[in-house]
T-cell receptor
Framework: EAQVTQNPRYLITVTGKKLTVTCSQN?????MSWYRQDPGLGLRQIYY???????DKGDVPEGYKVSRKEKRNFPLILESPSPNQTSLYFC??????????FGPGTRLTVT | SQQGEEDPQALSIQEGENATMNCSYK?????LQWYRQNSGRGLVHLIL?????REKHSGRLRVTLDTSKKSSSLLITASRAADTASYFC?????????????FGKGTKLSVIP
């Protein structure tokens, strides 16, 4: 089944404790992206990647890192999480410019 | 940068009625897409309309695009309770060597059985 998977789905952590949210797609898509969704603010893009080893900042990259060592994986790294990074995070992928396939989301709480 | 702005923010209708949502954007685009999100879940792509198209249909969905007014509308005909969800427009301003989709804040649709 074609899908984008994210892990974990739910995470509660404390300020400053490094964490990684994994994202994997099985559709051989070149393009992958991370978004965060907050009430009243909609979806905002954090980082995106056009292909392996090619990443670029979105609208809200501060406090986040990404890597794209393999085509299928695009992990999101929070080196030192803070409470303002409490949010619902989505990974997405697409074959080309156009329709994006979204993962199920990761709900992160930073206390 | 927030590009698309949906209107209204919330819409409540009876089952069987039509639902219309609007999206306005600010800059030139390559295409505009509509997505649906059921509460707290991932977004699902509904339809894509290119900048040189004016109208597109998919099942009970009808999308229009007016590039002169920088606006789009999504019409859902004969609504069902299962259409209850949030709907987002997303614009693609892709330039050479980059790709970004910019989402609006969404319209929350409630269809009352």
């Amino acid at each position: 089944e074609a899908q984008v998977t994210q892990n974990p789905r739910y995470l509660i952590t404390v300020t400053g404790k490094k964490l990684t949210v994994t994202c994997s797609q099985n559709m051989n898509h070149e393009y992958m992206s991370w978004y965060r969704q907050d009430p009243g603010l909609g979806l905002r893009q954090i980082y995106y990647s056009m292909n392996v080893e090619v990443t670029d900042k979105g609208d809200v990259p501060e406090g986040y890192k990404v890597s794209r060592k393999e085509k299928r994986n695009f992990p999101l790294i929070l080196e030192s999480p803070s409470p303002n990074q409490t949010s619902l995070y989505f990974c997405a992928s697409s074959l080309r410019v156009g329709e994006q396939y979204f993962g199920p989301g990761t709900r992160l709480t930073v206390t | 940068s927030q590009q698309g702005e949906e209107d209204p923010q919330a819409l409540s209708i009876q089952e069987g009625e039509n639902a219309t949502m609007n999206c306005s954007y600010k800059t030139s685009i390559n295409n505009l897409q509509w997505y649906r999100q059921n509460s707290g879940r991932g977004l699902v792509h509904l339809i894509l309309i290119r900048s040189n198209e004016r109208e597109k249909h998919s099942g009970r969905l009808r999308v229009t695009l007016d590039t002169s007014k920088k606006s789009s509308s999504l019409l859902i005909t004969a609504s069902r309770a299962a259409d209850t969800a949030s709907y987002f427009c997303a614009t693609d301003e892709t330039g050479a060597g980059s790709y970004q989709l910019t989402f609006g804040k969404g319209t929350k649709l409630s269809v009352i059985p």
